[in-house]
């Protein structure tokens, strides 16, 4: 257990923070500005839709899940899911959906408070959607298409694959070919294609930064966090595809590189390091972040900031190349595929415990569920911890029980080393 008396241990703030808030900032007010003024038409996309195309064709972008996610860092989300429970939208659904349909049925949004002058999320002219990820993504644009008389299209996505062919391949591109007539209706631009070719080039040049920042949790001591991915991951979500996340990366990528020579860790006195698999709890993601700092723990690797890393994509070959970097995406892949996967992350990150965040309305992104830590634990000796949880749904947290959890879990950890 920690002892109250001891000195608080400190935690390595990145600078690049404030230029993100910059570049996050820019972001939300550009959006905003070309829905209140219609210079640009919105396309509301899924968090790994296929956003270069929209880009391409010149709509400038929301990311509703990132909106749920605010919901749930600013502890919004609790009390306005039972808005959408009340219209038939189930609890036990994903808490992004229910947070955020619940935050427009009564006429609120955290954007409005963090960014003076901004009333509402931006009115959508088209909502588009890839179900790799999950059905739900399909139901939540499906409820604002007829709220909003405003039409719905995207991609229905295989999904739990275990190696991602040709003819998957092949669908998807297909798929995302056909929503070229449509988007160029709704747009009033026709497509070009070296524009989409730069997209993809400018989506791909961010991807690979974003991987070289993450990798930097490689050196001892890992110079970021798991909960510092979370929030620094923002450009990578909502602006792939524009030269503005290329230079913001490079600058946090520099930042980081230069802490790993100088020996700066992210956590002081580095002792434990952890592997978080699943959703981040948004709502608690300070707490759990001071919480782990002060056992010296760091959770340098997660399945969750990894998910924006697209090896794929290709410029040469647009269309089938963003097919295939949203089909390769962990959370499309079969268990055999994940297990694979994190082996490899617990070699290269030198990791010590996994933690699963069993999150309650997400079952399709919390992989304790199948017998998936058993068999990695045996596999590779490397004990884990399932918490039940949720991304925003904070009705389904025990804070203490976690807490006591975690802390049992480090020692366990610390004990076998
Ligand atoms: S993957 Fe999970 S959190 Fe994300 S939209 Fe789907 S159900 Fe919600």
Redesign the pocket.
Known sequence: MIEQSKPKLLRKTIKAGELMNQVMSDYFYGVNEAATTGKQKVAWC??VGPAELLRALGFAVHFP?NH?ALLGATRMATDLIPGANAIGYSPD?????TADIGAYLKGVTPLAKAYPGIQSVPKPDVLVYSTN??R??QD?FGWYSRELGIPSIGIKSPRNLNEVGAAPIEDVSQQIQALVPPLEAISGNKLDLDRLRETVALSKECTELWKQVLETAKAIPAPLTFFDGTIHMGPAVVLRGTQVAVDYYKVLLAELQQNVRDGAGAVEGEKVRLYWDG?PVWGRLRQHSEHFLQLRTNVVASTYCSSWIFPAFDEKDPFRSMAQAYLELF?VRSDEYKEQYMKRMIEEFRIDGIIYHD?K?????SNSRYGLPKRLETATGVPSLVLSGD?NDLRCISDEQTKTNIEAFIEQIEEGK
């Not at 659904?93 to 959906?97: G, V």
């Open positions: 899924t968090s899940e749920g659904i994903c808490s992004y959906l990820q999950c739900d993504v939540w959703m959370i999150a309305t997400c079952p399709n992104n991304l």
